[in-house]
């Protein structure tokens, strides 16, 4: 039989080859027992609000009076939101005379664009354009059009970091083009090693690959750089809003002509996640009515994922072959799990890499839903997961000690109950 178009032997080659773990097999899976009616902990995706995080008042006051500005007429409105929301919504009304249900600019709103600079300017102490950031649908939107526009072919390389995001290996095997890994150093708290990386760069060019890694002095005026920002993480946590943005730097006038063109063709950012990103690098200010309950609401988050932090890494450190080093200000936990020989063996049995092997069986006997470290990379014969630390707080000394049975009891079946 003839094959049709969209039969799989017709695919593009490059979306056969992009994995992404994040939502890959264990996901999947815990999908399926979710429908079997098996309560599950998804600790797999940093989505903060999934898990218990409540959002900010002020900024989704802003956004539900712009969603419905009906509401500005109604002559208790101001019983209902406080008078800096209201100030607020209409000043974002006016930069989008249509409103929240029509195409803004395919650069995003150009008043919006202009809090992003002032922000920028605030936070770094040196001017930053307008014109030369653009509002996206979160901050993986922003990183794929950058990627895609700067990756030729197989030979154009991109350095990344490892334990790297999925995103990256993902969107670099979309476009075609080369992933080139350097390892972090794990018992360095995860640093840098110069050495390693100049080592990875001279592999690739050696085989043909282009790596961009000579970007010059360490303090110039001229370095090329394209940065990036969203409202999905932290205390904002606002991940289905897709709020985002990139500033660009040292970009000739061409090159940003032609990043114009390919944000064109998608016509909008959506409109509602600018407004968040207007709101984010534009918060309640001293003085103002929403000052204090923004500035509180925020601590108390911030306080509760640094102790949410510590819970999770002395949890991991309590449990036999796993070790944990604590990050100050991540979102996730990404501990060290030493496998046994027989472990590793029956992994290999069922057709499993050793620490998809683990995560799965962890999810099978507690429903806590993780990602095998083998999804962003490690080095050989090493083994992790990754798990975020946003589960409620309260939630945490159960997590922990359902983890630790099941670590304990993992261990046992597969040392053949012998002592490390």
Known sequence: MARKPLDYEELNENVKKTQYAVRGELYLRASELQKEGKKIIFT?????????????????????????????????????????????????????????????????????????????????????????????????????????????????????????????????????????????????????????????????????????????????????????????????????????????????????????????????????????????????????ISYLKFSSESKSILESLRRRARMMTDGFNSCRNVVCNFTEGAMYSFPQIRLPPRAIEAAKRAGKAADVFYCLKLLEATGISTVPGSGFGQKEGVFHLRTTILPAEEDFPAIISSFKNFNDSFMAQYEGYSRM
């Open 44 to 288: 797999n995706v940093g989505n903060p609000h999934a898990l218990g995080q409540k959002p900010l008042t002020f900024p989704r006051q802003v956004v539900a009076l712009c969603q419905a500005p009906f509401l500005l007429d109604d002559p208790n409105v101001g019983l209902m939101f406080p008078a800096d929301a209201i100030a607020r919504a209409k000043h974002y009304l006016s930069l989008a005379p249509g409103g929240l249900g029509a195409y803004s600019d395919s650069r995003g709103i150009p008043g919006i664009r202009k809090e992003v600079a002032d922000f920028i300017q605030r936070r770094d102490g040196y001017p930053s354009d307008p014109e030369l950031i653009y509002l996206t649908d979160g901050a993986s939107k922003g990183v794929m059009q950058m990627l895609n526009t700067i990756i030729r072919n197989e030979r154009d390389g991109i350095l990344v970091p490892v334990p790297q995001y999925p995103l990256y290996s993902a969107a670099i095997a979309l476009f075609g083009g080369s992933l080139v890994p350097y390892y972090l150093e794990e018992e360095a708290n995860w640093g840098l090693d110069f050495v390693n990386i100049r080592q990875t760069v001279s592999e690739a060019r050696s085989k043909g690959i282009t790596v961009l890694f000579d970007m010059g002095p360490p303090l110039s005026r001229e370095v090329q750089l394209v940065s990036f920002h969203t409202v999905s993480k932290g205390f904002w946590g606002e991940c289905g809003q897709r709020g985002g943005y990139f500033e660009m730097t040292n970009l000739p006038p061409k090159t940003v002509d032609e990043i114009y063109k390919v944000a064109s063709i998608a016509l909008s950012p959506n409109v509602p996640g600018q407004i968040f990103m207007g709101v984010m690098v534009n918060p309640p200010k001293p003085g103002d």
